[in-house]
């Protein structure tokens, strides 16, 4: 064989090598038509201090790709969902999608539970341009920063200016309520966001807020300053918080005398808010949550889960089932899993049945869904009103 020949194969096995690698870096473009299954990414807070939200909400998501993979799949191929722990911590978050993205090849992640770890693995996501959808962050700032929408980012529950104008509404006109004192929790971005919308609407819908009070979490003792919002005698007191305090709050409120109707968000919806505060005590008290599970348009979800995991869903198991829902909804539309595909997807989601209800994303990939006024009656949650908003910001 002489030199020239040799060159020539030699080329040509470069060549070869070179096609070869262009085919294994493609895989995980598009997985469809590649692999067997559909890998996405479940990035949650599985262990840490808010576990408990973590784990629900994961429950919720895991059931939805259940029901989508006993169905058949999509076109042909099951979903593999790859679960990471962010240990209730963003540091630990952003860790869990870097891996997800990098070393598992997800095509989208669902989760996590909770707005900073979001936000933690939102820049990741995006430099990667691997969707997210986050169940249960209701900040505005998830999806929208500086004016700008996250291509990559969306979400699976309504926003919180949503939650306080619908309080404020139902406040004024239901209630027939002209003055209002705000409790709120000076130490969360949460209760003072939830806070300044409610104060905004209700005044603009001719109400007058008289006081505003705040606590830090982690406080037990309310009685001081309860005494001094008692006398200013307004017609509801507003307590933008979550179970831990609102329970310890409501109770010792009752304890001094205050009978006004106190309102809140979806920080209360909890069981543990009424072994805290006591059923009596909730009486007269009213928060705006995601869904109930006496909702007809739940009944499914609601069965299912039951069925799957034993006992019903609470708010954050809903939530990630939504999200699920959202997901597999985008997979099947997009016809393909190529990352931006189904960000694209995700962005045209219009009038999509989930758990909890219809939902349509928009231009902000916020949400437009149903939110739920309840009414605690001897400590059982009751549905007060059903609210159908138009908007995202209700």
């Known amino acids: 064989m002489n030199f020239s020949k040799k060159r020539l194969r030699i080329a040509g096995l470069l060549l070869g090598i070179t096609m070869l690698g262009s085919v294994v870096a493609g895989c995980g473009g598009d ?10 990414g479940a990035n949650f807070e599985i262990t840490g201090n808010v576990a408990n939200y973590g784990t629900t909400a994961r429950d919720g998501f895991n059931l939805a790709i259940k029901e989508a993979n006993e169905a058949g799949g999509i076109n042909g191929k099951k979903i593999t969902v790859i679960e990471a722990d962010n240990k209730s911590d963003p540091a630990e978050s952003a860790n869990a999608a870097t891996k997800l993205i ?18 933690a693995e939102s820049q990741i996501a995006t430099e990667n ?41 139902f406040a004024a006109n239901e209630l027939k309520a002209k003055t209002a004192v705000i ?10 966001s939830l806070a300044e919308v409610f104060k905004n609407k209700f005044e603009a819908l001719g109400g007058k807020v008289v006081m505003e009070e705040a606590f830090v979490a982690k406080d037990q003792d309310f009685k001081a300053t309860l005494t001094n919002i008692k006398t200013a005698n307004a017609d509801v007191i507003y307590i933008p918080a979550y ?148 908007t995202a910001e209700g």
């Open 31 to 40: 997985q469809a038509a590649n692999d067997d299954t559909i890998k996405v």
């Open 102 to 119: 990098s070393d598992d090849k997800v095509v989208a992640i669902v989760g996590p539970a909770t707005s900073g770890a979001v936000q």
């Open 129 to 169: 341009k691997i969707p997210i959808i986050a169940p249960c962050a209701t900040s505005p700032d998830i999806t929208v920063e500086n004016g700008q929408v996250k291509p990559y980012v969306f979400r699976g529950c309504f926003i919180d200016p949503l939650q306080s104008n619908t309080m404020a509404n």
């Open 183 to 192: 409790y709120l929790d000076s130490s969360t971005d949460y209760s003072k």
């Open 243 to 390: 179970y831990e305090e609102v329970g310890k709050i409501v109770k010792q409120a009752r304890e001094l005398g205050i009978t006004q109707p106190i309102l809140g968000t979806d920080g209360w919806d909890d069981t543990k808010v009424v072994d805290i505060a006591g059923a009596d005590a909730l009486n007269n008290t009213y928060y705006v949550t995601h869904y109930i599970d006496t909702d007809p348009d739940a009944k499914a979800f609601v069965d299912a889960f039951t069925k799957e995991y034993g006992h019903a869903p609470g708010v954050f198991a809903a939530l990630g089932y939504d999200a699920g829902k959202m997901l597999v909804d985008a997979i099947k539309r997009a016809g393909s899993t190529d990352p931006e595909a189904i960000q694209k997807a995700l962005a045209e989601t219009k009038d999509l049945q989930v758990g909890t209800g219809k939902l349509t994303v928009d231009e902000n990939h916020n949400l437009i869904k149903n939110a739920f006024i309840i009414e605690m009656k001897d400590g059982v949650k009751t549905l007060k009103e059903r609210v159908t908003p138009t």
